[in-house]
């Protein structure tokens, strides 16, 4: 590898120092990775040096061979032929779409005289104008038929719509007078007769008035409402006065189409608020992605997508990666994208958004108030569509598959990691010390078998050496080992920590005469250390194996937090309420009942406590007043001396 580097270094140095796009290739010539640079020299340099720190860098490097480049006048133009490259060779280091399926658009094909409205999932032409994408076809289908209620236009399925256009792509000398030719030798189509087509088939319609419909359906489609139903109103109550009821009653209804659809749309910030809303949920091997299209303070519209995260493309790049190749293929770009982080290009995305609406774009990181709300619920959306799509493709299947055999690779296992077990320590200074023991059975959570342990040791502060040598000894004792309800030997014994934790459990197992695979994950950079090798083992960042062990220390470290902080809560409880007059074992049995924890206590009113059968009214007081003056001093925190 250091051969084969050192020669593309010295390759490396022979590119210009222009704005352009690489391409790293493998040995068989496959493209690995697309990139752009300001500085294309500078930018590659960092790759064959590996100064990148991205942890996918190494990775494909050690694949890399050769390389092409290709230069370009700005780093905009780069942009938009990094975005073609990818999305012409799909290169597995990059950011790309898990499923690869295609999104209903609704498309105004903006390049004929008479535009024509379309549902359609087709790869985008040059010259049609495309909103969306939609949920699913349904909910693009009936958009276009609220539209055509409120503001007539041809669809292109139409064969009336079909004909005028073949004769004008033939004689497009007969623009100007192509009303005049159609009213003398057209026919109107059945839409024309229904009201949802505008006539210019039998020349109804002239196209400059054909435009101003045009418009009007692609403000309605951009979901901006506000300036159409106010013309609306005008159109009903000039009507009205001027006795053309007929009249008055198309509009009408027209008016009443939009204000359905502003009524199905929650006004969740103010009236002039255009944006995009982008919650984006990561997991260690995919990613889940929710757009809420915000138009005039109200969500128009939200759609999901599945991110294939490859291996440790950081937040940055994710980010950039999704906006590039969602905005790429829709035309309904908002004046500010709301982002949970920035891409790793801004400015150059920035002036390409701008570029591609006609108006300046800027991409924002709500940190408070509403739209950092809304981005948190998009978030969670996001979570939940991931979650869908899983249960629905059997990729969990699939990835703790693939987990397991990675495992028993990396760790020298006799076979794959079925049953495994995960120890942890939670304490505050040695008080309330517990252990926490979780399973995972075939790569999934096992919460029957999950077991918890009170450490006996007197300690004055924290030891988790001791306190975990206590609790392997109690799990692995022998007469625990033939415990059914604690289940089989495991395949895998992991400890939330380093080699300290990993000494603790080989010495209590040599004791306890047991050999179990075991290793300790670190915190820090997530190292497993293995008692066979002073190096520890470094799984893949993005690799499936790393995000088991690392759910299974989580959920090793929530399960003992959640045991420590009861323990603790049930002791102070205790404690407060022994030290109030007037509250015996009898009253006190009582009010824990009533309050079973001590959230629910410190929340009750006077009146609450007072209503416990048997705390007479000047003891439930003095309970209510010791409190708040516990409270009082929490608040204030240790006094100094």
């Not at 939009?258 to 910030?269: K, M, N, S, T, Y």
């Not at 604690?486 to 306890?512: E, I």
Request: charged share 30%; proline share 5%.
């Amino acid at each position: 590898m250091a051969t084969r580097l050192e020669e593309l270094a010295e390759q490396v140095e022979q590119v210009p120092t222009e704005p352009g796009c690489y391409l790293w290739k493998g040995a068989d010539g496959e493209i690995l990775y697309v990139g752009k640079a300001k500085n294309l020299r500078a930018r590659m340099r960092q790759y064959v040096h590996l100064e990148d720190e991205r942890a996918k860098i190494p990775l494909l490097m050690a694949e890399a061979a050769s390389f092409d480049y290709i230069t370009v006048g700005s780093e905009h133009e780069a942009l938009l032929l990094e975005m073609n490259l990818i999305q012409r060779h799909h290169p597995r280091y990059n950011v790309s779409y898990m499923d690869d399926k295609s999104y209903p658009f609704i498309a105004v094909t903006a390049g004929d005289v008479f535009p024509a409205i379309k549902y359609t999932r087709e790869r985008h032409r040059k010259g049609t104008r495309y909103f969306g994408p939609y949920t699913d076809a349904r909910s693009a289908r009936e958009a276009i038929d609220v539209v055509r209620k409120v503001c007539p236009l041809c669809v292109a399925t139409c064969a009336e719509w079909k004909r005028l256009k073949r004769r004008l792509d033939s004689h497009p000398e007969d623009a100007d007078v192509i009303e005049l030719a159609m009213a003398a030798a057209g026919r109107p189509c059945f839409d024309y007769h229904v009201g949802r087509g505008p006539g210019p088939c039998a020349g109804m319609i002239g196209p400059e008035e054909y435009a101003e419909n045009v418009a009007t359906v692609e403000r309605l489609l951009s979901g901006h409402r506000a300036r159409l139903l106010a013309a609306l109103e005008d159109e009903v109550e000039e009507a009205a006065e001027s006795l053309d009821f007929e009249r008055a009653a198309r509009y009408k209804r027209r008016l009443d189409a939009v204000a359905g659809l502003e009524d199905r749309q929650q006004v969740i910030l103010g009236d002039s608020v255009d944006a995009d809303v982008i919650g984006i949920f990561r997991e260690e091997t995919i990613c889940g992605v929710c757009v809420f299209a915000v138009r005039e303070g109200r969500v128009v519209r939200s759609v999901e997508f599945v991110l294939d995260k490859g291996l440790d493309i950081g937040e940055a790049e994710l980010c950039g990666g999704f906006l590039k190749r969602y905005y790429a293929e829709t035309s309904d770009i908002p004046r500010t994208v709301e982002v949970p982080y920035l891409p790793e290009d801004p400015e150059a995305i920035c002036e390409w958004l701008s570029d591609r609406s006609g108006r300046k774009v800027v991409l924002h990181v709500p940190e408070r108030g509403a739209r950092r709300r809304l981005l948190d619920t998009a978030v969670a959306n996001a979570r939940h569509y991931l979650v869908r799509h899983e249960v629905k493709t059997g990729y969990e299947d699939r990835r703790t598959n693939q987990a397991l055999m990675e495992l028993e690779s990396a760790l020298a296992l006799s076979g794959p990691p079925l049953r495994m077990e995960c120890f942890d320590i939670s304490t505050i200074h040695g008080k309330h010390t517990v252990a926490s023991m979780v399973v995972f059975t075939n790569g999934k959570p096992d919460k029957s078998q999950y077991r918890r342990f009170k450490i006996r040791a007197p300690l004055t502060e924290a030891n988790d050496f001791l306190s975990m040598s206590e609790a392997l000894a109690r799990r692995y004792s022998p007469e625990r080992m033939a415990d059914e309800r604690f289940g089989k030997r495991p395949d895998l014994l992991v400890l939330d920590g380093g080699k300290p934790q990993l000494t603790a459990a080989l010495n209590q197992l040599a004791d306890l005469g047991l050999d179990i695979p075991v290793a300790g994950l670190a915190k820090s950079d997530e190292e497993l250390f293995v008692p066979w090798d002073d190096t520890p083992v470094v799984l893949p960042n993005g690799s499936a194996s790393l995000y088991l062990v690392k759910r299974l220390r989580d959920e090793a470290h929530r399960f003992a937090i959640t045991y420590h902080r009861e323990l603790r809560e049930k002791a102070m409880k205790a404690s407060i309420l022994d030290e109030i007059a007037g509250v015996g074992p009898k009253r006190k049995r009582a009010i824990r009942r009533a309050f079973p924890s001590m959230a629910k206590l410190r929340a009750a009113t006077l009146d609450e406590i007072a209503a416990v059968p048997g705390v007479p009214d000047e003891v439930a007081r003095e309970v209510y007043e010791t409190l708040r003056a516990w409270e009082q001093e929490l608040a204030a925190g240790p006094q100094g001396t």
